[in-house]
């Protein structure tokens, strides 16, 4: 599948780059991250440009944000058909929904990198929950940054083994998101401890 998906790259560069990151933010399966892969691959080839890769990306992937964000302004009730079609979607609706009421724009930025399987229904939540607009458009343009960024630096550095670094980036978010949860444990661990010193120190 990937060496199909390379050869796609190679014969409709950016423009099929561009199309898969705006689609993909709207819940359309297209393995967007393995194209950015591709794409720095032939940054490193020298048969693209880093910045034309990068810019199509970024700018298309915050347009397919900016278009998720917009159908989500119709409300809850948009929200609950999505969620009653499929049950794993009421799952992730839920944990969107929560994830904007603690975290507001900075959630919105951990979506599109961190917790990206939560980005397109993030984008809806926002919408739809009144989160302002230019809070929620530069966070976004800042997670998108990285998102992109990200893999196609990836595709760069290790294009001679793009197979490898494909199927390891397949199972990244969930590496992150554990790594995420053990650093946020051990800081309020760490903040529990120092507490209890003090305590200890003051009696």
Known sequence: MSDALFELVATYGVWLLAAACFLSCLLVPIPSSLLMLAGG???AAGDLEFVTVFASAWLAAVAGDQTGYAIGRG???LL???AERRPNRADLIAR??????RRGGLGVFFSTWLVAPLGPYVNFVAGAS??????FTLWDAAGEAIWAGGYIGLGYGFAD???LVA??????SGFLVAAAVALGLGWLLRARLRKARARALST
């Open 41 to 43: 691959a032939f940054v």
């Open 75 to 77: 409300g809850a009730p």
């Open 80 to 82: 609950d058909r999505l």
């Open 96 to 101: 969107a929904r929560a994830l904007v009421a």
């Open 130 to 135: 009144g989160l302002g607009w230019l809070r």
């Open 161 to 163: 083994h793009l197979v």
């Open 167 to 172: 199927d390891f980036a397949a199972n990244a």
